[in-house]
């Protein structure tokens, strides 16, 4: 297994390691609230990071498994293509930004704009979450085990959100819809395949009204 300690070694050294030669696992100790740790990967690699990180941490990520022990500053995972991240801590703001596949689990509570502009990504937050999480969401699934700040979903596309605690005003065009069969049943394939253990019947479904696809002057008012 391949080691880096970021109090010797720089993330430009980290990072170019991943780039050219990545494979199995590595070991990131130190982090240091650092930035841009393990960004733009794309192998099949497993990295942990023993600490906390800064912003960006694991952004544009592609195939690879990456775990961090600590709390994640803004922009955790953002971009994310493929494999996994897990911050076992909490997140900063816009955590899983444009995310377009792949699997964001937050095993604390998470900030402003989480899953902002997702494109495909399933974000699955153990915690609560802050005002304006996906915004412009346009596909993928965020999962909310605690509780949404105000504006939640507002002007979303196609995504799906599902919230088992309280939820504040919702955004623009957002209202709450049916759970159906399906969505249980998707939902409790999700919950167990990122390890979060929450009751699926407790949650609650949210999506896009559509009356903002196009302009309506009947609407104007929610523009």
Do not use: W
Not at 66 to 84: K, L
Not at 102 to 118: F, K, N, P, Q, V
Not at 142 to 161: K, M, N, P, Q, R
Request: charged content about 20%.
């Amino acid at each position: 297994m391949a080691a880096f300690d970021l109090n010797t070694d720089s993330v430009r050294v980290l990072n170019q390691h991943l780039h050219d030669s990545p494979s199995g696992t590595l070991s990131v100790t130190n982090p240091g609230g650092r930035h841009c740790i393990a960004c733009g990967i794309d192998a099949p690699v497993e990295v942990s990071i023993d600490g906390h990180v800064g912003y960006y941490c694991a952004g544009m990520n592609k195939q690879a498994k990456i775990t961090i022990a600590g709390n994640a500053g803004p922009g955790v995972a953002e971009n994310i293509m493929s494999g996994s991240v897990r911050v076992k801590g909490n997140a900063s703001q816009y955590a899983g930004a444009s995310g377009r596949g792949g699997a964001l689990i937050i095993e604390g509570d998470a900030s402003t704009r989480c899953g902002i502009s997702m494109k495909g990504v399933d974000i699955v937050v153990a915690g609560s979450v802050g005002h304006m999480s996906a915004f412009l969401a346009q596909k993928g699934r965020l999962v909310i085990c605690g509780d949404a700040g105000d504006f939640l979903g507002d002007s979303i596309y196609e995504a799906t959100i599902y919230v088992r605690g309280n939820v504040g005003e919702l955004g623009a065009d957002c209202i709450e819809k049916e759970m159906t069969a399906d969505h249980v049943q998707g939902l409790k394939q999700l919950l167990a395949a990122t390890g979060v253990a929450a009751n699926v019947n407790d949650f609650r479904r949210y999506g896009s009204a559509r009356k903002l696809y196009n302009f309506n002057i009947d609407h104007a008012d929610d523009y």
